[in-house]
Structure formats: C-alpha cells, structure tokens
C-alpha cells in the first residue's frame, strides 16, 4: 500500500473541490466558535452534542432520511439539553457525561440495524467529507457560512458574556439570550463537523486550533484570528494530503491539528521562560 | 421633595420588602441615598445583601415597593450604574488582556466585532490611567493579581461615568494593601465626581473611615444609620434577637456571636 500518489492529483483536486469548499469555512468557522468553547469551558460539551449528532445522522441513514438533517437534530437536541439543564459547570458535566454514551450507544444501535455499506457507517464517526454529494456539501457550507455571520454579530456581548456574566447582565448584555444563541451555534457547527471529520474526531478542529491560538498570544483579535488559521490549514491540509494518499482524511487533520498544537505549545513555553528571565534581570 | 437635580435623591427605594418562599429577607425597606453618599450593607450570609443589589440592577423583582435611581424606575443594563462585582478567578484559556476588560465596559454591551475605534481607546487609556492599571494594561487577565484584576474591575465600572456604583464585595480574597488600595479608588471617585456607593461587604473595617451610612440586614429586619448608631450591641443584639457583642479594637469592629442559624461563622460578620 502505497501513503502517497500524486500522479493524478489534478484530476482529483477538481472533483473535490466542493469538499474543499466546506472543509475550508468549517476550519474557520470551528477556529472561531472553539475560542468561545474555550472560555465559556465547553470542550466537553462539544463532545457530547457531537455524539448525539451522530446519533441523529446514523438514525437518518437507517430511515433513508437526510443525514445532515438528522445530525442537526441530533445536535440541537443535545445543545438544548445542556443549554437548558447545564447552567452550571458541574451540572452540565454530569449531563454531557450522561448523554454521551447514550447517543453513542444510539447511533451504533441505528448502524447495526442498517443494511447498507460499512463504509458509510463508519464514515459517520470518523469522517466522510468525500462521499458526501454535492447539494448536501451546500448545505454543510451554508449552514457554516450563517454560524460565522451570527458569531461576528454576537462576538462582543458574547465575549463579555464569556468573561463575566454578571457585569455583562449589569450592563444591558441579555445573558440568557445569548447563551441560547451560542449553543444553537455549537449544535450547528458540530453537525457539519461530524460529517467532515467525524463525531469522534470533532473536537480537533472545534478546540486544538483555539487551544494552540492561546499557547500563543492572549489578543482577543488575535487569537481569534490564528485559530482561525490553523483550523484552516488543518482541514485544508488534510484533505489536500488525503486525496494523494490511500487513508481517509480525519488522521491527516487530526495530526496536522496536533502538530500545530505542539509548536504553539513550545512558541509559548519558550517565550515565556524568555520573559520570567527578562523579569528576573529587571 | 425637592426637585433640583442635585438635591433629588440618587436611589430610593420606598416600601421595598423582598421574600424567597416563606423566607422573608427584607420588608418595608426605605432607603434614600444622597449624591455623593458612601452606604455600607452589611448582614450575614443570606440575608439578602446580593438581592438587594440585583434588585438596583433591576434583574429582580421585588416583592412589595419601589425602587427609583435617578427619578425613574431601575431598569437592566443602566449605563449610570458602575457595578464592581467580587473578585474571581479567570481561566487560562481567557483571551483577553488588562485593558480589554475595560474596555468591554465602554463597548461590550454593542453588537460587533471586538474592534475598538481610536475614540474609545483614548476613553480606555483615560480609564486605565485613573485606576493606576496603566503599567498593566497589556498582560493577560489570568497572569494578573487579585488586587490588579480589580483596580481593572473598578475602571471597567466607571466606562459609563456612572452616578451611583454598586459594588458587591470588591474587597473579598484580596490582602490588606490591595484592599485599601481598592477602596480607595472607589472613595476618590466618590468625592472628585459625587458619585454615590452602595458598598456590600462583610467586612466593614476596610471602608469604616468613608462610610456615612450602614445598612444591615439581618433575620428579615434592618436597621440604617451611621456607623455609631448601627455598629452597637444594642442595636444588633435587637436585630438578631439574640445577644450579640460589638467589639471595637484598635480602630477595628468586630461583631462577635453572631447566631449560627443564620447559615454564617462566628464573628465572621464585620471581622
């Protein structure tokens, strides 16, 4: 078995264009909603709402239904769960830790009954961009491009929000509203996830590119900024190396995530041992 | 009453009386606060003291009465109220530094991305200098001392050149010097700018010398006045309903037997 091929790489890039498309915005969209997934302390919660995302998406392939439909559903269920049962931190651990294998169980439950081809089945927890056809690929990109917009809309009062609900209430920011808005957000996000990396793979571009932004730099514009970068070098990248090669794309985005982390992670060390000497000396 | 501006009471609150089930934590409560008056709350815990600061804030309803901040009804988010809440800690994983705390209290509340135009700024630089966190501006919030985070907090409450500042234990977790220093900056805006303060604080000791009035709330009952009037055995003693003694020591009151039920420490009160 040969890791690469890039003899006819042209052809191929042109019929996954559309695949790259939707990797693309989902990179930066999952850069820049995984900066508030860390400071609102969600990485957990986007793992349980990805797991009933599954659920969802395995239930609609087994009833012949859209499957980004069904991991919509899926998603929105799970985010209205946590949102409105999870206001504290460790309710909604307790939650998600609840929910998690239940969906889990769900979605294999729906696999198991369906008698189509494994590669599909398989395709929903570990990632399927490529097979996934045209008008579907639309709707991943749509529906990213609106969770993008709504983010650069609510980004302030959302940041505030994040920081210190309380001041932020003080002030006028409709904290309530708000945190409803950022889990419809989330659910949305992890769904087209889950059908580009899949549900168990969803959280390396919803959380290692905004964790390796923060090894890094602590700007609110900036951060931001190269978290969106690095999701986006991330899923553009692996789906660039996976058409050359014979394995499916999420190991090559995972590990390009991965990769990106580990650098960030000595940047920041290294720049901060510099700076604790720079405070010794003066 | 008269109706000149500088006369008119900044908050007042008429008949004001606030229950959680059978619990009553405060009733006929009537409060008028002059500009430029420094008010302490004091009380054990669940006594009502944050409610009554989420009832100014307008985020609670009270049961019974009124409560009036410049002439009208509270209503969320008014931006003359500069609310300084207690101290906590903020996660690593908070991409925000020194200054766009402050800033989010010039423009956090607007839809937007967080860009700050050249104006605001020059009002963030402004607020920054005034609250002495200049030198920090830049550092990550998280990298930033109790003390430092709330000088920010301060600054960040004065974005809306606030008449009235509400502030709900500021002083909590911090050690003596930031805690002066902190009331402090509260006291010097107060009396540069007339801005009056309702000061919640379990601990009255750092704020003793700038307070005018007390407010303490204890058992569903409350008294007011200054500082001689309230901080007396007597007067607590009737208040708790039981006996209770107001130590006072090298400049320090200390409330000593304070009772248990009332889901509190021992001489925790005021100590």
Redo the contacts between chains.
Sequence with gaps: MTLFDFSNYGELLALVQNSIVAAAILGIVGGLIG?FV??R?MAFAVHGISELSFAGAAGALLIGANVVAGSIVGSLIAAGIIGLLGARARDRNSIIGVLMPFGLGLGILFLALYPGRSGNKFGLLTGQIISVDIPQLGLLIGISILVLVVL??????L??DS??A????????PSRTLSFVFMLLLGLTVAVSVQIIGALLVLALLVTP??S??RV????????LLSMLFGFVAAVGGILLAIGGSLPISPYITTISFAIYLVCRIVGATRGSARRRVELVS | MSDSSSERAVLSIRGGALAFGSKTLWRDLELSLARGEFLAVLGANGSGKTSLVRSI?G?QRLDAGSIDFEGTPVH????R?G?I?QQ?I????????GR??VT??V?????????ASAKTRAQVDALLESVGASSYANQ???TLSGGEQQRL?VG?SLAGDPTLL?CDEPLMSLDLAHQRAVSELIDTRRREHGTSVVFVTHDVNPVLGMVDRILYLAGGQFTIGIPDEVLRSDVLSGLYGTPVDVIRSRGRVIVAGVPQGDHHHHDEEIE
Aim: proline share 11%; hydrophobic share 45%; no cysteine.
């Design positions: 900066v860390m400071q302390d650069m809309i609510v980004w302030r009062p940041m505030f920081l210190d309380e001041v932020a209430a003080a002030r006028g920011v905004a964790a932004a923060l730099s602590s700007s609110p514009v900036l951060v931001p | 804030l985020q969320r988010g008014d931006r109220i609310y809440p906590k903020v996660p690593d994983g908070t991409p925000l530094r766009d705390l989010l209290g423009n956090g509340h607007r839809f937007g991305l967080p860009l990550p919030i998280g907090r960040q509400l």
